[in-house]
């Protein structure tokens, strides 16, 4: 086994390159039921979106469908991590701010719920009322949750400063 780490997932990135087949290859392992083949494609994925952000919407909806049932959280925090910048289309804004709404009121772990709140921030725009949800999900969790969740917390919501 040739193991997993940033050598090899930036090589498999760059193999990837402009390919569009080979990152819908990539895709297929990250939907995959392997929950090691999952978490490793998924890494992968980050960097390929980062380099192509256009690339993420039409295998979103495979995403999502995968993200909705059990999954390895390194699919889930990368997939909110590239949604953070990602464009986003409003057919599948719903079912993104349900996930993200659901990780972050989850017993996940903590990157997952850092993405999850910016991409909930991005999502809510200008909508007070659903900022008002999100806050009142963080509120809940900032206390007893760790240093990078209070500070996400503190950047995107202004939840816990002056305190």
Not at 9 to 38: C, H, N, Q, Y
Not at 54 to 61: F, H, R
Not at 88 to 110: H, K, Q
């Amino acid at each position: 086994m040739l193991g997993h780490n940033k050598e090899l997932v930036l090589g498999t990135a760059e193999w990837i390159g402009g390919s569009r087949k080979r990152f819908e290859e990539l895709v297929g392992f990250m939907v995959s039921e392997d929950p090691v083949l999952s978490a490793r494609a998924a890494w992968v994925f980050g960097m390929c979106v980062e380099a192509h952000p256009g690339w993420l919407a039409p295998v979103l909806p495979s995403l999502l469908d995968r993200i909705e049932r059990r999954v390895h959280p390194a699919v889930t925090r990368n997939l909110f991590r590239c949604l953070q910048t990602a464009p986003i289309p409003g057919e599948l804004e719903g079912r993104i701010l349900a996930a993200a709404m659901a990780a972050l009121g989850g017993p996940g772990p903590v990157a997952e719920k850092a993405f999850g709140m910016t991409v909930l921030k991005r999502l809510a725009g200008g909508n007070a009322e659903l900022m008002e949800e999100i806050r009142l999900l963080v509120r809940e969790q900032f206390h007893e949750s760790s240093p990078a969740f209070r500070a996400r917390a503190k950047r995107e919501f202004g939840i816990g400063k002056g305190r």
